[in-house]
């Protein structure tokens, strides 16, 4: 096992390469690129987590 199996990583719906890490009350929203990872967001959930510009 990695060091990762307990992380609950979902890609968001009709966005390309855009991932949430479920981490408890916190979120991480990130996006891959050919050569690395950009955090997009790191915030506490709530009714406003997702809605991405």
């Not at 979120?27 to 510009?53: A, F, V």
Request: hydrophobic share 35%.
């Amino acid at each position: 096992m990695g060091k990762f199996d307990d992380l609950d990583v979902k890609k968001l719906k009709g966005k390309i390469n855009i991932f949430r890490v479920r981490k408890g009350k916190f979120r991480i929203i990130y996006h891959i690129m050919k050569n690395s990872i950009s955090i997009i967001s790191l915030e506490k959930r709530s009714d406003h987590t997702y809605n991405l510009k």
